[in-house]
């Protein structure tokens, strides 16, 4: 298992180890295990202040497993800059003081908090969201098995569906500033 490695962001503690801020994420964009969801080029300036949601329709072969999103701008150039994430254990989708394990392949709505930001994406950028299962070492790895994470060496790939269709529309909720 290789995971999604962390690439700039909100990290803790030392920026020798993990570097922190913006950087290019192209590289972990092109991952077979990343999904990416990207707009059209804009018109228009669009400044987006607030807190950052996605609704995530999705479903799983395993009794756990991570959902991770990310914000990103990208210049005319190509260049994908991330602005926030954020992450949903699946076990702790409802709360974090109850696990409630998965049914495989039954389809779930989950929220990711990416936190509050402010950007200006200005004309001729795309927004872009990045889906995948791990963001790491941001984010501790999940065995994807259900079994306690801290002691598990076990460890299951997990095969993940994301939806988008009438019903089950899975999206990104952006608080714009209308100027």
Not at 100 to 125: C, R
Not at 158 to 175: C, D, F, R, V, W
Request: glycine share 6%.
């Amino acid at each position: 298992m290789f995971p999604v490695p962390t690439k700039g962001g909100c990290n803790c503690c030392d920026p020798h180890i993990i570097p922190w801020g913006s950087y290019d994420q192209r590289e972990v964009e092109a991952r077979s295990d990343v999904l990416v969801y990207t707009s059209d080029e804009l018109d228009k300036p669009v400044e987006v202040t607030g807190p950052i949601t996605v609704k995530l329709f999705a479903s799983t072969d395993c009794l756990d497993t991570d959902f991770t999103a990310k914000l990103v701008d990208v210049y005319p150039d190509g260049r994908a800059l991330n602005l926030c994430d954020g992450i949903v254990r699946a076990r702790y989708r409802n709360s974090t003081e109850k696990e409630e394990l998965l049914k495989p392949n039954k389809i779930y709505e989950f929220t990711i908090d990416l936190w509050p930001t402010s950007n200006v994406f200005k004309s001729g950028h795309k927004i872009r969201v990045d889906i995948s299962s791990s963001n790491f070492p941001r984010f501790d790895r999940n065995t994807n098995t259900g079994n306690n994470i801290n002691s598990d060496s076990d460890l299951k790939i997990a095969n993940q569906t994301i939806y988008h269709e009438t019903g089950m529309l899975s999206q990104i909720i952006l608080p714009i500033i209308s100027n």
